[in-house]
């Protein structure tokens, strides 16, 4: 029976008129983009796609030429994203772990300036910390004939970080793809110190004095008995982290390097497509988000108490 | 005879050898020959790092907004006469030089307000009352012109001049307060025990938090135009506005649900029993306990929001961090000492999110205390 008075029933209509004033607004904001679109002449569809880009992209993991596809070119850019992001998170989570033991450490000198470190580097926002390192490349460094250098195996100019030795002909590390993952993983290892700071000290202290008791050196009381707990702490807001730095990255805009929201905008530019280009950043975000997401539950899983 | 001590013994001393600088240094720096080795090296690195600094940024350095001399020291020294030259122009952007009294009381009166929400002492009804006559005042003060027909007396100054550190401030501030309710409503919304309300409300919140803030401003800008009636353009600082507080909503959603999850069941249905309804219980029994919980993570929460409000200089709006790009960029002159600009605005930015910080933790305190 209809009846107001039982819940189920005020649940369904409660919900009917949700969905109702939800699909009338989508739909109404889905006529003005329509009219909006039609009023201003904007094609849409994902057909650009094929077309050729007419734009140079300064660097690539593989040969880019401006008559290449808007397709290739969005390939560039999610692989440019990628290769900082992997690297800024591998960096990241070393650097952390390090500071992160470092402020726990009983040396007061390390622990204050472990500590000191991770306030500058948290309390600055990271998109002024990428210009200032932009800044200290671009302007700071010495010219390309007179570069630094560091031993005879890298040179810093200018123009970037040169590594001649690798391979035949060298390679060379451009200021903004150097100022963009120097910032984030700085910036990120704050984070994650503190992230490791937090597991290990939720640790119980009668852990640690049963590991001194039964006599463990130092380093195996960290690696059997410290670590594996705090890990089980640590996994779920270090996967936050990460999906931090992969979304950070895409500062990289501020600065001019070639990643994928620099990328989509220059199309959206070009081609005046809004809602494709912006829907192609948001899928792929959430696709990297997502894969991220899933093998950090992975590692997580088998970090895991594991209980009889 | 007598086991008793005719005389009281005078009291001994507390152990003092604990309390020792030396044994504290003993302890802290030269404890374990790693301890002391790692003193050795860091010490090492400060004495070599730390006279460099002093001489680059203090002794070599220039004060005045002497463009020549600034140039002379160019590589020994730095230049905060940069600072001295464009401190106007970084604080607050364009807004024309004469009225820039009125940025800089409607910041001090905007700031006075944020510290006295930080005190418990003052969280009652009233400051909600008093939140929503600042907005009122710091708008008109701002914007001048005429106000709902009433002419203020005040210079009209349209948006697209206002920057800054006044910018920088009410972006932050305005967006958290607007996204607060919207984040509760959506926290309760994933809470919910209706089906197509908990649905939406996870796809919402995990679709932004699944994507960088800049794009949300991208979206903002470019589309919002688009969606609303044709003709229709709204302003661009509130195409931001727009923009942040549905990003910051998202994650204050998350925090706040976090505090709902904390409350026992017993709450709820102790509420129910005493035949409070669904909105009475949430807002007299639980919100009140569920977000006594996550003040520290809203802190946290409102510090990222704040130093992410300097991504809005990408979609041209200048605050802060644009009105520096502002100030320097374009004046040859002063161009090559950016980096001192910038440190200059770090300095602001570090005071304003440190002190959040530590406020946080006091909170943190308070609160795990009662």
Not at chain 2, 208 to 222: C, D, H, N, T, Y
């Amino acid at each position: 029976m209809l009846n107001w008075r039982s819940q189920r029933v005020r649940a369904w209509v409660y919900q009917i008129a949700f969905i109702a004033v939800l699909i009338a607004l989508v739909g109404w904001l889905l006529h003005n983009t329509l009219g909006n679109m039609r009023m201003r002449g904007i094609q849409s569809g994902f057909d650009f796609l094929l077309d050729p880009a007419g734009f140079d992209i300064s660097e690539s993991m593989f040969a880019f030429m401006s008559t290449q596809t808007y397709g290739q070119a969005f390939l560039v850019g999610l692989l440019n994203t990628l290769r900082v992001s992997c690297i800024a998170i591998v960096i990241c989570t070393l650097w952390g772990t390090l500071l992160g033991i470092g402020r726990l450490s009983n040396n007061a000198l390390a622990r204050g300036l472990c500590y000191a470190y991770t306030e500058v580097f948290r309390n600055i926002p990271l998109l002024l910390q990428l210009l200032m390192w932009y800044v200290v490349l671009v302007e700071l460094m010495p010219d390309t004939e007179t570069p630094l250098y560091f031993g005879d195996w890298v040179l810093l100019s200018k123009e970037g970080l040169a590594l001649p030795w690798i391979m035949s002909e060298g390679l060379t590390l451009s200021p903004e793809f150097l100022a963009l993952t120097w910032g984030l993983t700085l910036y990120t290892s704050a984070f994650v110190a503190e992230v490791v700071r937090s597991g290990i000290q939720s640790v119980p202290i009668g852990q640690i004095e049963a590991a001194l008791s039964i006599g463990l050196s130092p380093w195996q009381r960290l690696r059997l008995v410290v670590l594996p707990q705090a890990l089980r702490l640590i996994v779920p807001p270090l996967t936050n982290q990460y999906l931090n730095a992969i979304k950070n990255s895409s500062l990289a805009v501020a600065i001019g390097y070639p990643d994928l929201v620099s990328i989509s905008n220059t199309t959206l530019n070009q081609t005046g497509r809004a809602v494709e280009c912006i829907a192609i950043v948001m899928a792929v975000y959430l696709t990297l988000s997502l894969l991220t997401a899933s093998a950090m539950n992975y590692f997580n899983r088998r970090a895991a108490l594991k209980e009889r | 005879m007598q086991y008793r001590a005719s005389t009281l013994l005078p009291a001994r001393q507390p152990p003092l050898q604990n309390t020792r600088v030396m044994q504290w240094a003993k302890q802290n720096l030269w404890g374990t020959s790693v301890s002391a080795v790692t003193t050795a090296l860091l010490v090492l690195i400060l004495l070599w790092s730390i006279p460099s600094l002093l001489e680059w940024s203090v002794v070599h350095a220039v004060f005045s907004a002497n463009a020549d001399q600034c140039q002379a020291a160019r590589d020994i020294g730095a230049c905060w006469g940069v600072v001295a030259e464009k401190y106007r122009v970084i604080l607050f952007g364009r807004y024309p030089f004469d009225a820039q009294w009125r940025p800089l009381l409607a910041t001090l009166v905007l700031t006075l307000l944020l510290v006295a929400s930080c005190l418990p002492v003052f969280w009652n009804r009233y400051l909600a009352v008093a939140w929503a006559s600042i907005w009122l005042f710091f708008f008109v003060l701002m914007g001048g012109g005429k106000w709902l027909g009433i002419p203020t007396g005040l210079v009209y100054i349209p948006t697209d001049q206002w920057g800054g550190l006044p910018l920088t401030m009410m972006l932050a501030t305005l967006s958290i307060t607007l996204a607060f309710p919207l984040a509760i409503l959506v926290a309760l919304g994933r809470q919910s025990t209706m089906p197509a309300v908990r649905s939406v409300c996870i796809v919402y919140v995990e679709l932004v938090r699944g994507v960088p803030l800049i794009s949300v401003l991208f979206m903002a800008s470019f589309m919002l135009p688009l969606l609303l009636p044709t003709g229709t353009s709204p302003d661009v600082l509130i195409r931001v506005l727009v923009g942040i507080t549905l990003f910051s909503a998202a994650y204050t959603a998350e925090i706040v649900r976090g505090g709902l999850q904390a409350i026992p069941r017993g709450q709820v249905e102790a509420a129910y029993t005493l035949g409070l309804g669904y909105w009475q219980t949430q807002r007299q029994v639980v919100l009140p306990q569920a977000l006594a919980h996550v003040v520290p993570s809203l802190m946290n929460n409102f510090i990222a929001i704040f130093k992410d409000t300097s991504l809005v200089t990408i979609v041209s709006l200048y605050e802060l961090t644009g009105a520096l790009g502002l100030a320097v960029s374009g004046d040859p002159n002063w161009r090559p000492f950016k980096l001192e600009a910038y440190l200059f605005i770090t300095l602001i930015y570090f005071c304003i999110c440190f002190a959040m910080s530590r406020y946080s933790l006091w909170v943190e305190r308070q609160v795990s205390h009662r």
